[in-house]
């Protein structure tokens, strides 16, 4: 099956600048997710949702973050204004998200972000 | 607060030796542990659950709660063991919201 698609994989903006990522699960799966990983650490939950409703959005920095999934199928991050302590690698994940028990997350191939 | 600890950034072991990537997490109840793993030029992928008691790829993890400890282990390393190895957790049964813990180098000396 195909997997998880992002776009675009890298992105270089200066701060104050906008960017926008999107992500394509798996078809059929319910639940998607996005993750900030700073280099040298572990991915971090931004945000989670289940079909186009939000699960957790509680590490999502409001203020300047916003993701929307229409349709319950694609979903895009945006960042506006970017600083320079967004430069991450942000991951897009997907499961069937039944909620009844974990469902394995699969994970698309990320977008590098630097901002300078 | 939910805390996952991996004391090792980088490990090399040589080719044959066993391996032990440790693993230790901070949380109050019954949570479920993961074992992720991100080869070269891949995708971040679920190697194992503490919950299917599976060997994958020849490696095990035993869930130790008197330890708070989920240590990955492998008896023989490979070459092809040589990736970045990722612990994590969730506690949210049905959320699955998962606490990734900084991840361990691994790299196999031939």
């Known amino acids: 099956e195909a997997g998880v698609a992002q776009s675009p994989r890298y992105k270089i903006i200066e701060k104050r600048q906008s960017v926008a990522f999107w992500c394509n699960p798996i078809?059929?799966?319910?639940?998607l997710y996005w993750y900030q990983q700073i280099l040298g650490q572990g991915p971090k939950l931004l945000i989670q949702f289940q079909n186009n409703g939000v699960v957790d959005d509680s590490q999502l920095p409001k203020d300047r973050f916003s993701a929307e999934r229409l349709k319950g199928v694609d979903s895009t991050l945006k960042i506006q204004p970017a600083k320079l302590e967004d430069s991450a690698v942000y991951l897009c994940?997907?499961?069937?998200?039944?909620?009844?028990?974990?469902?394995?997350?699969?994970f698309g191939p990320g977008t590098r972000l630097t901002v300078l | 607060a939910q805390r996952v600890t991996q004391p090792e950034k980088l490990l090399s072991v040589f080719k044959g030796a066993p391996v032990e990537l440790k693993c230790n997490y901070s949380?109050?109840?019954?949570?479920?542990l993961f074992w992720y793993v991100q080869y070269s030029r891949q995708r971040l992928q679920l190697l194992l659950r503490h919950i299917s008691r599976e060997s994958i790829k020849g490696f095990t993890a035993d869930l130790n709660k008197g330890e708070t400890s989920f240590h990955l282990k492998k008896p023989f390393a490979q070459e092809e063991d040589s990736a970045m190895y990722y612990c994590a957790l969730t506690s949210n049964f049905g959320n699955e919201k998962l606490t990734f813990g900084t991840g361990t180098r691994l790299t196999i000396i031939p």
């Open positions: 949380y109050s109840g019954s949570p479920e």
């Open positions: 078809s059929g799966h319910a639940t």
């Open positions: 994940a997907s499961s069937t998200g039944t909620g009844e028990g974990y469902n394995e997350q699969f």
